[in-house]
């Protein structure tokens, strides 16, 4: 079945430690995104990739890094410069980007990665 | 700037009845809407779409409403069932990116 799968699910941060989370996607998609959600609040947009070799800050994007070299994978790397990075992490791919006027399609979801501190 | 939000937190409701989700929305250019269901500890997941040019759209027990004139959308679940307890997410299009709103947790009443 064709989906989202992100690893790993908890994950689990030393000081100064970088860590990354893995996106990837076998959708065919040409847009993904990472999401922060923090508990009982609604999503905030982290970086955003509409193709290959290419991303755009979001919302939020300070002491996060993306890549984006393969079409299917979008890794997200929490630096030591993010001070407060417990949270749910959410990766999400659409088909095409949102606001393209020919199409608007719906973002699919991975399962998420809960990241803590040691 | 763009937001979206939604009347109630929370929302309680007997199992069987039929449940209302609202949300507001600010940017009136946007011209795609999507709610989501989330459970706890998931991704969200799609439920529906509606583009602006519609003002119903129905799926399997689940209609969504749009009046663009006062720029609110709802989410109407008919029968609701405990498996519909969840987080439901309304989100926009706007500027190449989805804005979502707050949330509101459903509980279902036995």
């Known amino acids: 079945d064709g989906g989202i799968t992100q690893s790993p699910k908890y994950l689990f941060r030393k000081e100064g430690q970088n860590v990354t989370l893995s996106c990837e996607q076998n959708l065919n998609h040409d847009a993904m995104y990472w999401y922060r959600q923090d508990p009982g609040q609604g999503l905030r947009l982290i970086y955003y990739?509409?193709?290959?070799?290419?991303?755009q800050k979001g919302d939020i994007a300070e002491g996060y890094s993306v890549s984006r070299e393969k079409k299917e994978s979008f890794p997200l790397t929490v630096t030591s410069a993010q001070k407060n990075p417990t949270a749910f992490y959410l990766c999400?791919?659409?088909?095409?980007?949102?606001?393209?006027?020919?199409?608007?399609?719906?973002?699919?979801f991975g399962d998420g990665t809960r990241l803590s501190i040691l | 700037g763009e937001s979206v939000g939604l009347h109630l937190p929370t929302l309680s409701v007997q199992e069987g009845d039929n449940s209302i989700i609202n949300c507001a929305y600010s940017n009136s250019a946007s011209d795609y809407f999507i709610w989501y269901k989330q459970e706890s500890g998931k991704g969200p997941q799609f439920i529906i779409d509606?583009?602006?040019?519609?003002d119903k759209r129905q799926g399997q027990r689940v209609t969504v409403l749009l009046n663009k004139t006062v720029k609110h959308l709802s989410l109407q679940i008919a029968a609701t069932q405990p498996g519909d307890s969840a987080v439901y997410f309304c989100a926009e299009t706007g500027a190449q990116k989805l804005v979502f709103g707050q949330g509101t947790r459903l509980t279902i009443n036995p």
């Open positions: 999400a791919s659409s088909i095409t980007p949102p606001g393209t006027s020919h199409s608007n399609q719906p973002q699919h």
């Open positions: 990739s509409q193709i290959v070799n290419d991303f």
């Open positions: 509606i583009r602006s040019n519609m």
